[in-house]
C-alpha cells in the first residue's frame, strides 16, 4: 500500500481502474530510467 512506502515519495497515485494497458505505460516509464514504482494491492 502507499502508506507503507519505505521512501522519500514526493507524489503517489492510487487509481480505481488500472488497467493492464495502464500498466504497461507506466512500467515503461519506470524502465526508461524515470523514479516510478507500480505497485498493486494485496
Known amino acids: 500500500m502507499i502508506e507503507d ?6 507524489y503517489a497515485r492510487r ?3 488500472f488497467t493492464n ?6 512500467m515503461k516509464l519506470s ?3 524515470t523514479q516510478i ?4 494491492a494485496k
Do not use: I, P, S
Open 5 to 10: 512506502l519505505d521512501a522519500d515519495a514526493l
Open 15 to 17: 487509481f480505481e481502474t
Open 21 to 26: 494497458e495502464d500498466e504497461k505505460n507506466w
Open 31 to 33: 524502465e526508461d530510467g
Open 37 to 40: 514504482k507500480v505497485m498493486r
